[in-house]
């Protein structure tokens, strides 16, 4: 999918990006009943990335769209997508949080079998949400964007964005 706005096509390649971590995340819990061996590099690594993305992009991504776009298209009389996605956001958040936290220490440390239950649970219950979470911005914001707003306030919020990056 290509967007004329740059804000939309930025956040859909975040999305993108998103959707690969979570099918990533998704392959790895139905790949071990029990925890994985705590030597496999390539686990140790995904477990970094899952942290690091989960944390600063996640929340940066929906902070920007919480205080930047959503008032945009409240102040265009269009409040009800801003205010559903920022309840989905609400119910997100603590919710990356705590596995990124999962992730920080079993990468560091690797996984007990309560450690490797309580990520499954929550890394599943995120997939789903986070997946719902993108189709619908992908499906109903990003061109809602696209369509609605002018050059430049394009370029204002853009640049404010990729100044936060």
């Not at 496999?40 to 902070?63: C, K």
């Not at 079993?106 to 649970?121: E, I, K, T, V, Y």
């Not at 914001?141 to 707003?149: A, C, F, G, R, V």
Request: charged share 25%; proline share 4%; hydrophobic share 45%.
């Amino acid at each position: 999918m290509s967007f004329n706005n740059r804000i939309s096509q930025t956040l859909h390649d975040e999305h993108q990006a998103t959707v690969g971590l979570m099918e990533r995340l998704e392959q790895l819990l139905a790949r071990y009943r029990r925890s994985p061996p705590p030597s496999d590099p390539a686990v140790a690594q995904f477990l970094d990335e899952l942290a690091r993305d989960l944390g600063a992009d996640v929340e940066r991504h929906f902070a920007f769209e919480e205080s930047q776009l959503f008032t945009y298209l409240d102040a265009i009389g269009d409040a009800a997508i801003g205010a559903h996605l920022t309840d989905e956001h609400a119910a997100m958040r603590p919710l990356g949080i705590e596995l990124a936290a999962l992730a920080r220490k079993a990468r560091d440390q690797g996984f007990d079998a309560p450690g490797w239950d309580a990520f499954r649970l929550l890394g599943g219950e995120l997939c789903e949400r986070m997946l719902a979470h993108v189709q619908k911005e992908e499906m109903a914001l990003l061109p809602l964007l696209d369509e609605s707003m002018d050059a430049e306030t394009e370029a204002r919020l853009y640049d404010a964005y990729a100044a936060n990056a």
